[in-house]
């Protein structure tokens, strides 16, 4: 390309959840001079990042990037932390596991240091010793967010954030309204083509008609742009996922605490996730889970259920058309990947702007990057259900990319490195661990001095204790957040 670019004159972006109202702040701060217009429309219950309460680390970096700040979350949005996840029965009966975010997962989890400090086998009738500095801050319940300086305790440690939906979402309505973002309300009707294999205007039903040079799907399953495009294509994935429905719990009592949890049984996985608004429970089912059986799994009063059709887009951006979250992606919220998904599309999306008029090379490449993110967050799942505790499930197909990585763990206790993945390496390698899946160990592990894990479980101790006296309880943080 040579030369600057036109830049595209108005975007409409269709679907107005919280995923909406993101992807109209991030375009608006992006292009400054072309006008956003957000399209409300009805919104859709199996819409699942729009109603995702939580997401991955990578989202709090792009909020920093969009400059919504994290104490703004904590002070308007109900935001909270989690630092692990604990798995429950993944690894078979009375298996538990933790999952911290980060980089701050002790890098001997291979050696005899982890063998005897917290990468060995437990259970819950086994006493083991932590094996990551979060996992020693969520059991003493003492955290607070690092400050940055490098010489920190924490400096290493990465974290994902809960919130209310809906405050959420009106958090970043209004920093959309300050920007300058326009907004109707109504239900997509008719669209003209462009020629081009693209839209020219879209009608919104008793409101009028809206041309744009780019348009941007996020209202959910239904792909309401997406999908009326000749050459949108959907990919099946229900051969390599099982659950086809989902069973929503009602709040409970709020409860502040820095692990969530995710069980699985023969009725299917079961999510519960803490927040200052609510504890709240989801239970995700097989097509074989009964409603009795549904009802008795769920650990609170059950409120609306919704089915579930797992696919992707196999071209989220077409003509001047781009797909985020569930237009692009449908798929259960298992590991709260489906939110971090469309953040981590919409930041690919910012990477690979277009002008006014779209460069096929810029689509390609984001159509590329974007299979390769939705496969890669399939593949985490479907590791969940290769785990010994899902065989219940029943068999399921994997790609030759899982196949790869669960063969590398399994004999040599290591994963190969693939693009676009939701997870760091040695993220995803505690996440295999939590899920119980059997690992072999590398030459360079078996070849290790023994001295080497003293030496190991000495300085991981030390820095925990740093870690420790160096933040307050969490509900202390949390309280004078909130007055300050």
Same mark, same amino acid.
Not at 109 to 127: D, V
Not at 239 to 251: D, E, T, V
Not at 269 to 286: K, N, P, V, Y
């Given at each position: +390309? ?47 990042? #729009? ?21 703004? @979350? ?87 954030? =809960? ?18 973002? *326009? ?8 669209? =003209? ?10 009608? !919104? ?51 502040? #605490?820095?692990?969530?949890? !995710?069980? !699985? ?16 429970? +989801? ?34 951006? @077409? ?48 159509? =590329?990057?974007?299979?390769? +993110?939705?496969? =890669? ?48 390496? *040695? ?18 592990? *078996? ?38």
């Amino acid at each position: +390309m040579n030369g600057p670019r036109e830049l595209p004159r108005r975007v409409v972006v269709a679907g107005d959840g919280q995923l909406g109202a993101l992807t109209a702040v991030a375009l608006r701060k992006a292009l400054p001079s072309t006008e956003v217009l957000v399209i409300g429309t009805p919104p859709d219950p199996a819409a699942l990042a #729009d109603r995702a309460p939580t997401a991955l680390p990578f989202t709090n970096r792009l909020h920093d990037r969009l400059g919504i700040e994290e104490d703004r @979350l904590v002070r308007e949005a109900g935001a909270s932390h989690r630092l692990v996840v604990r798995y429950l029965g993944w690894g078979g009966a009375g298996h538990e596991g933790l999952a911290p975010y980060g980089a701050a997962i002790d890098p001997k989890l291979k050696t005899g240091f982890a063998r005897a400090w917290g990468g060995g086998p437990r259970n819950a009738s086994t006493e083991a010793p932590p094996g990551s500095l979060a996992e020693v801050l969520a059991a003493e319940g003492r955290f607070q967010p690092p400050s940055g300086e490098a010489n920190s305790p924490l400096a290493d440690l990465d974290y994902a954030l =809960r919130w209310n939906v809906p405050a959420y979402r009106d958090l970043l309505v209004r920093e959309a309204q300050r920007l300058g973002v *326009q907004y109707v309300k109504g239900a997509i009707g008719a669209v =003209r083509p462009d020629g081009n294999g693209g839209i020219a205007a879209v009608a !919104i039903e008793n409101v009028g008609t809206f041309e744009a040079d780019l348009f941007v799907d996020c209202t959910g399953p239904a792909a309401s742009l997406l999908s009326q495009l000749p050459d949108a294509v959907r990919e099946d994935w229900s051969a390599s996922l099982p659950i086809r429905a989902l069973l929503f719990g009602k709040p409970g009592a709020a409860r502040l #605490d820095l692990e969530d949890r !995710i069980s !699985i049984s023969s009725v299917g996985w079961l999510s519960e996730l803490s927040g200052r608004d609510g504890h709240q429970a +989801m239970l995700a089912m097989t097509k074989e889970t009964t409603q009795d059986a549904a009802f008795a799994a769920l650990p609170a009063e059950p409120g609306n259920a919704v089915p579930l059709d797992p696919g992707c887009a196999t071209a989220p951006w @077409l003509g001047n058309v781009v797909a985020l979250g569930d237009a692009a992606a449908h798929f259960e919220p298992l590991a709260w990947l489906n939110l971090d998904l469309a953040h981590r599309q919409l930041a690919l999306l910012l990477e690979l702007l277009p002008g006014q008029v779209p460069d096929p090379r810029e689509r390609d490449e984001f159509n =590329r990057r974007a299979g390769l +993110m939705a496969a =890669r967050a399939r593949d985490i799942l479907g590791a969940h259900y290769a785990a010994p505790g899902a065989v219940q499930l029943g068999s399921l197909a994997r790609s030759s990319e899982l196949n790869l990585e669960l063969d590398q763990y399994r004999r040599r206790g290591r994963l190969p490195f693939f693009e676009e993945a939701p997870l760091m390496v *040695q993220e995803t390698s505690a996440l295999f661990h939590a899920l119980g899946h059997p690992s072999g160990e590398g030459v360079l592990a *078996q070849a290790a001095d023994p001295r080497e894990g003293d030496a190991a479980r000495a300085a991981f101790a030390a820095k925990a204790q740093a870690a420790l006296a160096a933040v307050p309880p969490y509900g202390a943080w949390m309280k004078q957040a909130l007055q300050s």
